[in-house]
């Protein structure tokens, strides 16, 4: 199992972006997009998104996916069983 590292500025970025989905009549989509991400991420992050690059003096694999109507980019530390959330933006919203 992966340990799901989010900083408070994701976290910021996630609450704001809760409440445009809220507004955009898409709060249940948003909520089971980010459980299901959530989920993945905890039990297999290579089954969710795409390799982007490597940082190999790191070890850490950068991915990117969607779930809508979520874009996400994560890296995934195989080391120390950590997924790191980098970047959070909502997709298909226009």
Do not use: W
Not at 28 to 52: H, M, N, W
């Amino acid at each position: 199992m992966y340990k799901v590292a989010i900083s408070g500025k994701i976290g910021q970025e996630l609450i704001g972006l809760h409440g445009v989905a809220q507004a955009h009549g898409k709060h249940l989509e948003f909520v089971d997009a980010l459980k299901s991400i959530y989920d993945q991420l905890q039990t297999d992050p290579y089954s969710l998104g795409e390799p982007t690059f490597h940082y190999r003096q790191l070890k850490l694999i950068n991915c990117k996916a969607i779930v809508r109507p979520l874009v996400i980019e994560f890296c995934i530390d195989d080391l120390g069983l950590i997924v790191y959330l980098r970047t959070v933006a909502l997709f298909g919203f226009d």
